[in-house]
């Protein structure tokens, strides 16, 4: 079964629905993605376990996976806020999301016990990590925090993939991000940065078969 959230993630030139569909490319795919493999054989996902579930990418991931025909798991501060994304949902965007696929669990995804009930009840095939909000509200260090407890997770239970959605000017993108893009980038948005780039540190170092995914807007 496919993953397919080309339409949330355009302006990528890897995304997450590549790697999940086929094989996790190799080194690297261009400026706005990068991805480590260890083998290529092609894929058939069936459990996916989404992070940041009820957000704009997090509900276009969770959406689209279900119309696939994949179980998703999906953790979320507050799982009533998954509505249907109003990038393909059509007529039916912004109604509550309820399929017999779906399991939604609440909680923090900087907490190890929440993030440990996404994987217990069966075998989770993939993950992708789409975690947002202001800084204000989660902190300078959610992401960085989440991805690395999400991680450990992934490690304890023998999960391999996981898919990282981060944004246009992290890591070595930061040249491809248009000009007034980095003025944000060093001004007003300067430590949701810091904790995106040290996001993208924790998954590359992780070990992992991962994909990074850095759409310049939604």
Partial sequence: MKLSILTVLLLSTLS???????????????PVATARTNDSTMLCMKTIAVFGASGLTGSECVFQALKEGDTVIGLARTPSNL???EGSGGDNAGKPLNEPNLTMIGGDVTNKDDVAKVFAGQ???????ALGGKTSDV??????????????????????RLAVVTSIGAGDSES?????F???MMTVMK??????????????????EYCIVRPGGL
């Fill in 123 to 129: 075998d989770v095939d993939g993950v992708i990590i």
């Fill in 83 to 85: 509505k249907i994304p």
């Fill in 139 to 160: 902190g300078e260090t959610m992401l960085t925090d989440g991805t690395n407890t999400v991680i450990a997770a992934m490690k304890e239970k023998g999960v391999k």
């Fill in 182 to 184: 980095k003025a944000l």
């Fill in 191 to 208: 430590k949701i940065f810091v904790d995106k780039n040290n996001q993208e540190d924790a998954t590359t170092k992780s070990g992992l």
């Fill in 176 to 180: 491809q991000a248009p000009l007034m």
């Fill in 16 to 30: 997450v629905a590549d790697a999940f569909r086929s094989s996790f490319a190799g080194s690297r795919a261009g």
